[in-house]
């Protein structure tokens, strides 16, 4: 891990080391879709716009700050932005997420693919992003996974992984690969911290996540060397392995309760999300009883949610959330 942290000081990074006083806060899709300022931007353009103009991107990814005051920028970006670039024709279409008009059918598909190209856009979203953001702020980089990128790619593929498992572990090489070039390309850029978000392997069983997904978020880790953080939704199944993956951090869903988690790794989450749209009182308990199941098991821990936030929540609950974290006595 390289973790210079600021003279300012840093909480998202101090929490990497165990030093933070305070607890630190973001929200996974904390840029973006539930916020007037952003809808105001986005006005009547693509989503594929947006993320290609640096100016617009790199404007959304700071709204947060200043709405909600939380301690951490993430990119705006997609999981799918790293194949844009490998020839893969990508729309975003509302309600139904990322669709690929030219997926991949067979094995045979896999000629097609290389190196991704024309992504500079990225790198220079973020050099705008950190021209203006304080030193205790960082900008956390992301991709995401393998496995969770293939499934949006290849509509088939667990018929693949079982069928032609070498055409599977063809594909994963190849989207490892490309994996490791796009966050050292953020790296380069100055992302301080990166996550990667593995949101469908929690699906599978234990022995075919190990053998189709770890080693491959293995060596994503081993080849980034950054603060890092591994978000596997459905993770309750899989600790043992993402225990194993080489992140630093493991942000956990739901299906866990983070007091009974033992590890000497950090960890981030995991308020459910869909409570966002409860009271303010049941969201103000929920808050501090995972606070406090953090504190008496996890001296690295971040706060954040079990998966992103919803395009209709109301901001001033998450504000809400991130004054009472930062109310909370962590040392």
């Not at 572990?169 to 100055?190: F, R, V």
């Not at 890092?228 to 309760?257: F, P, Q, R, W």
């Not at 954040?304 to 209709?312: E, F, Q």
């Amino acid at each position: 891990m390289a973790n210079n942290v600021s003279p300012e000081q840093s909480d998202i990074l101090l929490a990497f080391q165990g030093k933070n006083k305070h607890v630190p806060v973001w929200f996974m899709r904390q840029a973006g879709r539930y916020l007037p300022q952003y809808q105001a931007l986005k006005a009547n353009r693509p989503l594929s716009a947006l993320f290609r103009d640096p100016e617009i991107a790199g404007a959304i990814t700071l709204q947060p700050l200043e709405i909600l005051g939380v301690d951490a920028a993430i990119l705006f970006a997609d999981i799918m932005t790293m194949p844009s670039g490998m020839g893969f024709k990508i729309e975003f279409v509302n309600g139904r997420g990322p669709v690929i008009e030219n997926p991949i059918h067979h094995p045979g598909d896999l000629k097609r693919l290389g190196k991704f190209s024309g992504l500079e856009h990225v790198s220079r979203t973020i050099q705008l992003i950190n021209s203006v953001l304080p030193p205790s702020i960082p900008l956390i980089g992301f991709a995401g996974s393998p496995y969770t990128v293939a499934t949006y790619l290849c509509p088939k593929h667990t018929q693949m992984m079982f069928e032609t498992p070498a055409a599977f572990h063809q594909l994963m090489e190849l989207l490892t690969a490309n994996t490791i070039a796009y966050l050292k390309q953020q790296k380069e850029a100055g992302i301080k911290v990166f996550q990667l978000f593995d949101t469908w392997a929690g699906s599978l069983r234990h022995e075919d996540y190990e053998a189709f997904v770890l080693p491959y978020v293995q060596k994503i880790f081993k080849a980034i060397k950054l603060p890092s953080i591994y978000y596997l939704k459905n993770c309750s199944h899989l600790m043992d392995l993402m225990e194993k993956s080489g992140a630093e951090m493991l942000s956990v869903c739901e299906t866990v309760n983070i007091k009974d988690i033992k590890t000497k790794k950090g960890i981030q989450g995991n308020f459910l999300n869909s409570l966002l749209y409860a009271d303010d009182k049941t969201i103000i308990e929920e808050t501090r009883r995972i606070l406090k199941s953090a504190k008496a098991k996890h001296r690295k821990y971040i706060f954040n949610l079990n998966h992103g936030v919803m395009p209709d929540v109301n901001p001033l609950k998450l504000k809400m959330i991130v004054d009472e974290v930062h109310r909370f006595k962590w040392s």
